[in-house]
């Protein structure tokens, strides 16, 4: 009589014999090349800024070299290609940059009809407004007739429009093609008010306002702004390395692990700190990395917690709270998979 092994065993022994990833052609570009071409923004703080130096920081730069830091062995190999609202997808789609890490949010049409793929998010937000003080406005349902500034090529200007019909508000928006010109217009008195992401509104109030205490972010967010790090399609090796060195991010403020205490943890007697470190578990092999992927993002930039506290957080001039951006176990939706 012939004995045949229960179903489950067959598929484990599948699982335990297949193939290590192969690297793909984005990896093996990059690898070629020596360094990251990451697309950001042309300036928005918290997010993706550079000083007088040309230094670039911010949370989605820290994205970007935690990516380099696990693919190349060094965060700073990065070169930086600042790219505006309209310009982003294009540049990503026509291979200009390799990866796009740029405060964009994640949406159904983005997602499915421009040919690329949205990773993991790293940030939750939501549109808002701001106005002057001196318009005495203190909620966006008192912005009836009036002109608010948006910039072009970003889902605030098709939000505001829906807002304004699901309020019938009559909103008159002026729309302009940056970042720049639009905030210029609102702080000269060309627009009633101006609207984007919350977290833009608060670094536009710290950094772009002489007198932050002359304006107003209004209590509404009106929308839901999930932000993520975006790849073109068809590297599905490329896509989950970005993918789980965002989720490696996020598993080490679950389990407490540092940009200070890595070395240390790697070492220790913590099974579950050396498995995810590399010290006793290969779990770079399926992502055509080596084992210590997740400890090199981790000394470079830190934790999840450690990219937002100093780029959002009090430890920043942006003094965001947490909020939404919480871990998951601490009421936020900050939430990653298991690295097993």
Not at 201 to 224: C, F, G, M, N
């Amino acid at each position: 009589m012939k004995l045949r092994a229960p179903p489950f065993l067959f598929a484990l022994t599948v699982l335990l014999s297949a193939p290590p990833a192969s690297a793909g052609k984005t990896l093996d570009a990059i690898r070629q090349r020596g360094e990251l071409v990451c697309g950001v923004s042309t300036g928005l703080s918290g997010f993706s800024a550079s000083d007088s130096k040309g230094r670039w920081s911010g949370l989605d730069v820290d994205i970007c070299k935690a990516v380099a830091a696990a693919v190349l062995g060094d965060g700073e190999k990065v070169k930086w290609t600042p790219l505006n609202a309209q310009q982003r997808f294009a540049a990503l789609q026509a291979g200009e940059v390799d990866l796009l890490s740029r405060n964009t949010t994640w949406s159904l049409s983005r997602d499915a009809s421009l040919g690329l793929h949205f990773t993991s998010i790293v940030f939750h937000d939501g549109q808002g407004f701001m106005v002057s003080r001196k318009s005495r406005i203190t909620s966006a349902t008192q912005l009836a007739n009036a002109e608010i500034c948006v910039q072009a090529g970003t889902t605030a200007e098709r939000n505001l429009n829906d807002y304004a019909r699901s309020h019938r508000m009559r909103i008159r928006p002026v729309v302009f093609d940056n970042f720049e010109a639009s905030i210029k217009a609102f702080l000269t008195g060309r627009c009633q008010a101006y609207t984007t992401d919350a977290s833009s509104l608060a670094a536009v109030l710290q950094r772009e306002t002489r007198h932050p205490a002359d304006y107003l972010i209004l209590p509404e967010l009106i929308s839901k702004e999930p932000m993520a790090p975006v790849v073109r399609r068809g590297d599905d090796e490329w896509f989950a390395i970005v993918k789980w060195v965002v989720n490696a991010l996020i598993t080490a403020e679950e389990m407490g692990l540092t940009r200070a205490n890595a070395e240390e943890q790697k070492r220790s007697g913590d099974l579950v700190a050396q498995r995810f470190l590399g010290t006793t578990e290969d779990t770079g092999k399926p992502l055509g990395l080596d084992r210590e992927w997740a400890y090199r993002a981790i000394r470079a930039v830190g934790s999840y917690g450690e990219i937002y506290e100093r780029n959002l957080g009090t430890g920043s001039p942006l003094k965001l709270p947490r909020g939404m951006n919480r871990l998951w176990n601490q009421g936020g939706l900050i939430y990653a998979p298991p690295i097993r």
